[in-house]
């Protein structure tokens, strides 16, 4: 069994910054792509910043230059860093790990609970 779970989401006043991390735990083979996505209610969840494996990085439009994604593979840990932060980041955040288990080597996508991040003054 696979978990990811999330933290560091919270309130934060315009123009903040926060750090989210989430780990993977489990019988884990290998990780792939690792990424960060967010949903706001009534709308579908979107990506916001992915990581290959080789340490490739891509980012939605309104958050490059502000938000940064990195990944440790030592730890199966992704994070995202967020600086400048403004209240349309407002949304809960959810990772992402494309990954093969010890028992399932087809390579999967699992998701982590959610992390409320709401940008306020």
């Known amino acids: 069994q696979v978990q990811l779970v999330e933290s560091g989401g919270g309130l934060v006043q315009p123009g903040g910054s926060l750090r989210l991390s989430c780990a993977a735990s489990?019988?884990?083979?290998?990780?792939?792509?690792m990424g960060w996505y967010r949903q706001v209610p009534g709308n579908q969840r979107d990506v916001v910043a992915q990581i290959t494996r080789s340490g490739s990085k891509t980012y939605v439009n309104s958050v490059k230059g502000r938000f940064t994604v990195s990944r440790d593979d030592a730890k199966n840990t992704v994070d995202l860093i967020m600086n400048s932060l403004k209240p349309e980041d407002t949304a809960v955040y959810y990772c992402?790990?494309?990954?093969?288990?010890?028992?399932?080597?087809?390579?999967?996508?699992?998701w982590g609970q959610g992390t409320q991040v709401t940008v306020s003054s």
């Open positions: 489990g019988s884990i083979f290998k990780i792939w792509d």
């Open positions: 992402k790990a494309n990954l093969q288990t010890m028992s399932i080597l087809r390579a999967t996508d699992y």
